[in-house]
């Protein structure tokens, strides 16, 4: 026999997390996501003894805790604001070498302000002051200590070292906090596409290992699912932490190759990790899945207002940022047909579940 949820005011500080207010800083579905996981990241934990709020409602369901939230607790005044101008701009057109980046993959900010950017193009980590100003760099391709085939990403690692990642190797890297290779090790889920999502306040890492795709026709839009996993520092996988729906993807054929990648208007799964635990937010509802590594039980954090969708008009000015950005007149055309595909397959069928960014049939013109 089902057991009656039991209702009570949540205790702790998820509160702060202002769901409703997204919306009003928002204008696109991805950006709100990833908008709805900083502010979750920054929540903190709830410690014993702290005063019970008002406001969300917290319900258990065989086992799991369900925090619902239908109003703001911060005012329109107490929102967080972007200032309208940059403290400073790492990155020139056309200048000194240092400045000018290719295919950046990420960047990182360590304790004293020194911004360290992940140029894969270089295969370099690139280290710039607080007021932007190139300071040094590291790294060149190989595959001995302190050089990558390729640089996926960089990120602070605990006190103030560094941790690079090279996809091409399969292999992580330690630096000091000036960019000294320390010691390196290898992630092993045995899935051909790894990447670190993040990492937890006891030094292991948030991996995401995609498993291979399986065939499908060309321009056949499917599902890809993402498995989460920790790791400790040396490579040993620690718990498996939940399998989630990645995004919606498309195989293409060109040339005899065989390319799998993300379809257009394909919605987004995005992850953030702040202490112990992991915040992963779907298209396939409007709230987190919090995962805390020291207990077994999940907890999901849902806003119960009102959802905002993709329109055609977020469509019609994502393809044309995208015709705008394209290399040449065959990638343009390639984007056309596929937003005209795009279009035929939701008059004939909805594709597949993310409904948290379901587009409105009208509006496909494929321009």
Request: proline letters at 7%; aromatic letters at 8%; hydrophobic letters at 40%.
């Amino acid at each position: 026999m089902p057991v009656e949820p039991r209702l009570l005011p949540h205790p702790c500080g998820l509160t702060a997390i202002r769901l409703p207010a997204l919306a009003r800083a928002r204008r696109r579905g991805f950006a709100r996501q990833c908008a709805m996981l900083l502010l979750a990241a920054c929540c903190g934990s709830c410690a014993p003894g702290e005063p019970v709020t008002s406001g969300p409602l917290t319900r258990d369901s065989a086992g799991i805790a369900i925090i619902e939230s239908a109003t703001p607790l911060w005012t329109g005044t107490e929102g967080w604001t972007v200032a309208d101008s940059p403290a400073f701009v790492i990155g020139v057109a056309q200048g000194a070498p240092a400045y000018e980046l290719d295919r950046v993959r990420s960047a990182t900010r360590l304790a004293d302000g020194t911004v360290v950017v992940a140029n894969s193009g270089s295969r370099e980590l690139r280290f710039f002051d607080v007021t932007g100003r190139f300071v040094h760099s590291t790294g060149r391709d190989g595959e001995g200590p302190g050089e990558f085939r390729s640089i996926d990403g960089v990120w602070r690692y605990r006190a103030d070292s560094l941790l690079a990642v090279d996809g091409a190797l399969g292999r992580i890297t330690i630096l000091t906090r000036t960019g000294d290779p320390v010691r390196d090790f290898r992630i092993e889920t045995g899935n051909p596409i790894v990447h670190v999502r993040g990492v937890f306040d006891d030094g292991s890492l948030l991996i995401e290992s995609w498993p291979p795709a399986p065939d499908h026709p060309d321009g056949t839009a499917f599902e890809i699912f993402a498995e989460y996993l920790r790791f400790s520092a040396d490579g040993t996988l620690l718990d498996s932490l939940g399998r989630f729906p990645k995004s919606l993807a498309v195989q293409r054929s060109q040339r005899g190759l065989v390319m799998v990648g993300p379809a257009l208007f394909s919605p987004w799964t995005g992850t953030a990790t702040s202490g112990m635990r992991m915040f992963v937010g779907t298209a396939k509802q409007a709230g987190i899945d919090i995962r805390d590594v020291r207990r077994a039980a999940p907890a999901i954090l849902r806003w119960s207002g009102p959802v905002e969708t993709v329109t055609a008009t977020d469509r019609s000015r994502f393809l044309q940022s995208r015709l705008e950005n394209a290399a040449t007149e065959a990638a343009r055309n390639t984007l056309r047909n596929e937003a005209r595909d795009w279009c035929s397959r939701r008059s004939s069928r909805p594709m597949a579940t993310f409904t948290q960014t379901r587009p409105v049939a009208s509006g496909c013109s494929g321009s």
